[in-house]
T-cell receptor, first 115, second 114 residues
Framework: GAGVSQSPSNKVTEKGKDVELRCDPISGHTALYWYRQSLGQGLEFLIYFQGNSAPDKSGLPSDRFSAERTGGSVSTLTIQRTQQEDSAVYLC?????????????FGSGTRLTVV | DQQVKQNSPSLSVQEGRISILNCDYTNSMFDYFLWYKKYPAEGPTFLISISSIKDKNEDGRFTVFLNKSAKHLSLHIVPSQPGDSAVYFCAASPTTSGTYKYIFGTGTRLKVLA
């Protein structure tokens, strides 16, 4: 597609339920990133994929969070047993490569509200 | 611990005047910096970048200044236009990490008044 596509754009879920957030990167972009922005906070790095592997998962807040990427394309971020503190905008970005010559393109995000 | 700080959550500027957005960082390993602009319900979009070998980078109405000794960067928008009203994030990365991970500030909401 022309841009990074994220779905759903909004998700309201009950505390304790699992959610899946999807990211469809720009075709041909080998690198994919997940960030989140909680209220009043900056964008917080979660995980980075190069192809299908995740060399850096250091930003995942807890073991309730996991992410995978298949076919070097679509990525899914899964949050199990959601908590209210998981409420945030989850942003996905992709880039053609890694390094200062390659900029991120962000999607519009998924706004997750845990009630 | 916030490694990248944008201490002004909001800024209002009259159309045609200069907007100056500030950003401070604490990690001396950061050597590549970017500014992103974000409109409501959209993802951030890249605006301008600067590496630590420079102290200034200009692109049209946008200029980024870097003061390494003060660990401070600023974004100047001249002249400001109503369409510039958005949230501006600065971000930093140490290129030794491969520059895949950026540390973002909390953003400054700019409002340009017509």
């Amino acid at each position: 597609g022309a841009g990074v596509s994220q779905s759903p754009s909004n998700k309201v879920t009950e505390k304790g339920k699992d959610v899946e957030l999807r990211c469809d990167p720009i075709s041909g972009h080998t690198a994919l990133y997940w960030y989140r922005q909680s209220l009043g906070q900056g964008l917080e790095f979660l995980i980075y994929f190069q192809g299908n592997s995740a060399p850096d998962k250091s930003g995942l807040p807890s073991d309730r969070f996991s992410a995978e990427r298949t076919g070097g394309s679509v990525s899914t971020l899964t949050i199990q047993r959601t908590q209210q503190e998981d409420s945030a905008v989850y942003l996905c970005a992709s880039s053609l490569g890694v390094g200062t010559a390659y900029g991120y393109t962000f999607g519009s995000g998924t706004r997750l509200t845990v009630v | 611990d916030q490694q990248v700080k944008q201490n002004s959550p909001s800024l209002s500027v009259q159309e045609g005047r200069i907007s100056i957005l500030n950003c401070d960082y604490t990690n001396s390993m950061f050597d590549y910096f970017l500014w992103y602009k974000k409109y409501p319900a959209e993802g951030p979009t890249f605006l301008i970048s600067i590496s630590s070998i420079k102290d200034k980078n200009e692109d049209g109405r946008f200029t980024v200044f870097l003061n390494k000794s003060a660990k401070h960067l600023s974004l100047h928008i001249v002249p400001s236009q109503p369409g510039d009203s958005a949230v501006y994030f600065c971000a930093a990365s140490p290129t030794t990490s491969g520059t895949y991970k950026y540390i973002f500030g909390t953003g400054t909401r700019l409002k340009v008044l017509a």
